[in-house]
Nanobody
């Protein structure tokens, strides 16, 4: 049973920073892609950032230059460093693992709230 547990969310003022962590347990083989998604009220869930086993990264345009995704394979953890946060970043953030372009497992989600 693969389990993903997010931490590091909370309330921050615009311009501030947060770092989200996602600890993945129950993994035997290597994880191809680790990713972060988010969903704001009334909006579709969107891919925010992803990182491959080789270190290739992807970011949605709205967070480029502000967010950084990383991974530590030794402890099966992915991180999302979020700088210069904006109220528009307010959402529930979900960690996910991906194989072959599809979602394998989801975390339960963690709230990030950015006040103005």
């Amino acid at each position: 049973q693969v389990q993903l547990v997010e931490s590091g969310g909370g309330l921050v003022q615009a311009g501030g920073s947060l770092r989200l962590s996602c600890a993945i347990s129950g993994i035997i083989d290597s994880i191809n892609v680790m990713a972060w998604h988010r969903q704001a009220p009334g909006k579709e869930r969107e891919l925010v950032a992803a990182i491959s086993s080789g270190g290739h990264t992807h970011y949605t345009d709205s967070v480029k230059g502000r967010f950084t995704i990383s991974r530590d394979n030794a402890v099966n953890t992915t991180y999302l460093q979020m700088d210069n946060l904006k109220p528009e970043d307010t959402a529930v953030y979900f960690c996910a693992t991906m194989e072959g372009g599809i979602i394998d497992s989801w975390g339960q989600g963690i709230q990030v709230t950015v006040s103005s």
